[in-house]
């Protein structure tokens, strides 16, 4: 039998499609790398964590709903402040939990930079510091998240992220064995502690939107500052 050629171009064209699928169904990337999945917090990090967790800025039942799911233990706080200053969607992590642990417990994060604080401890600080220091995370000292202020404190200029708690700034963690390191200490002296915190610090640039560090200035040569821009739109991303 002849076969038309036009016809054996669309067959040629639907074995393609097909070899396509196929491949796609054995050789499917896992969920944390696609676009279109739903986040689950407790999943490894993929190509579009950092873009989903970012993208809870805009949905805070879905960031409450998420951060549950996990098992933490926190409260949601009603919105506080006014304006520019208000925190709408903020949260406290309940204290003294092998999950996680912020010091001091009175610390109150948006939801989003609390579930991406939570990704961090798990995926991140805390494979970090066992393979480095043989000893788990107890807790992750901060110097603040909710401040009503404007960056650098100026008295003019953009509101900073912490205006709204979408940031938080990390200054030490505390392991187990009672060990702390700090960045302001350990950051510029060579050793485990400093790669200790630079891994960190790369770590957490896939899943906040912005994170600044002691290579980034002076002003923050003692603390991480993460945060989700929710002011400065979903693009905005940097690590330094
Ligand atoms: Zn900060």
Redesign the pocket.
């Given at each position: 039998m002849r076969i038309v050629p036009w016809l054996r171009r669309i067959v040629w064209l639907l074995v393609i499609v097909a070899d396509g699928m196929l491949a796609f169904v054995f050789f499917r990337p896992p969920p944390q790398d696609l676009p279109w999945t739903e986040l689950r917090l407790g999943e490894p990090i993929g190509l579009f964590t950092g873009r989903k967790l970012t993208a809870l800025t805009s949905d805070p039942a879905r960031c409450i709903m998420l951060l549950r799911e996990t098992g933490l233990r926190f409260e949601e706080l009603p919105p506080r402040g006014e304006g520019q200053c208000l925190a709408a969607d903020a949260v406290r992590i309940a204290p003294r939990q092998e999950m996680l642990a912020l010091a001091p417990a009175s610390v109150t994060p948006s939801c989003p930079v609390a579930a991406a604080v939570a990704v961090w401890k798990w995926q991140v600080v805390q494979p970090a510091a066992q393979r480095l220091f043989g000893a788990s995370v107890a807790s992750i000292e901060t110097l603040g998240s909710h401040n009503c202020r404007r960056m650098y404190g100026r008295t003019e200029g953009a509101w900073s992220e912490?205006a709204t708690a979408d940031?938080i700034?990390i200054s030490a963690f505390v392991l187990t064995d009672g060990r702390r390191i700090s960045v302001l200490k350990d950051w510029p002296e060579p050793g485990e502690e400093a790669i200790f915190l630079k891994e960190v610090r790369d770590g957490a640039c896939r899943l906040f939107a912005t994170v600044l560090s002691p290579d980034y200035n002076a002003q923050h040569r003692d603390h991480l500052?993460l945060d989700q821009a929710a002011r400065g739109g979903m693009g905005w991303r940097a690590c330094r």
């Amino acid at each position: 039998m002849r076969i038309v050629p036009w016809l054996r171009r669309i067959v040629w064209l639907l074995v393609i499609v097909a070899d396509g699928m196929l491949a796609f169904v054995f050789f499917r990337p896992p969920p944390q790398d696609l676009p279109w999945t739903e986040l689950r917090l407790g999943e490894p990090i993929g190509l579009f964590t950092g873009r989903k967790l970012t993208a809870l800025t805009s949905d805070p039942a879905r960031c409450i709903m998420l951060l549950r799911e996990t098992g933490l233990r926190f409260e949601e706080l009603p919105p506080r402040g006014e304006g520019q200053c208000l925190a709408a969607d903020a949260v406290r992590i309940a204290p003294r939990q092998e999950m996680l642990a912020l010091a001091p417990a009175s610390v109150t994060p948006s939801c989003p930079v609390a579930a991406a604080v939570a990704v961090w401890k798990w995926q991140v600080v805390q494979p970090a510091a066992q393979r480095l220091f043989g000893a788990s995370v107890a807790s992750i000292e901060t110097l603040g998240s909710h401040n009503c202020r404007r960056m650098y404190g100026r008295t003019e200029g953009a509101w900073s992220e912490h205006a709204t708690a979408d940031a938080i700034d990390i200054s030490a963690f505390v392991l187990t064995d009672g060990r702390r390191i700090s960045v302001l200490k350990d950051w510029p002296e060579p050793g485990e502690e400093a790669i200790f915190l630079k891994e960190v610090r790369d770590g957490a640039c896939r899943l906040f939107a912005t994170v600044l560090s002691p290579d980034y200035n002076a002003q923050h040569r003692d603390h991480l500052h993460l945060d989700q821009a929710a002011r400065g739109g979903m693009g905005w991303r940097a690590c330094r």
